[in-house]
């Protein structure tokens, strides 16, 4: 990303951009390095970084699991999360392991982070941190 700290649409934009070209593993990188950008971020940016509903990747799957991280960002810096990331179509109907490791399945269910198990998006342990 050419950007110090982009907006959640900034991350759908290239999250789009990257499955258009059928680079999933880029995508999901992109969604988690958002949480790094929110965390750095001042209170004041954090709440431009969200306030807008971002457009859609392209993929449901994404644009929950977005929506999710934009969730959990929100609640780990105290920062009242957006009224668009309850929107209905933001929540999937089938459940989704990110990492599309069936022997991480277990994992990811115990450790998901609410805002993304409720959406239907599930992610191992470590996944939304950083170094």
């Not at 859609?56 to 957006?82: M, Q, Y």
Request: hydrophobic share 40%; net charge negative.
């Amino acid at each position: 990303m050419g950007w110090i700290r982009p907006t959640a649409g900034d991350v759908a934009e290239e999250i789009s951009r990257c499955l258009g070209e059928g680079d999933e593993d880029s995508a999901r990188r992109l969604a988690f390095r958002f949480i790094e950008h929110f965390d750095k971020a001042g209170p004041d940016r954090r709440v431009e970084m969200v306030s807008e509903r971002p457009g859609s990747t392209g993929d449901k799957r994404f644009d929950a699991l977005l929506a999710g991280i934009v969730e959990f960002a929100c609640a780990s810096n105290d920062t009242v999360p957006p009224g668009w990331a309850n929107d209905e179509d933001l929540f999937l109907d089938e459940f989704w392991f990110v990492s599309g490791m069936r022997s991480l399945h277990a994992n990811a269910l115990v450790h998901s982070p609410i805002s993304l198990a409720r959406r239907g998006v599930f992610v191992a342990q470590g996944s939304l941190t950083y170094a």
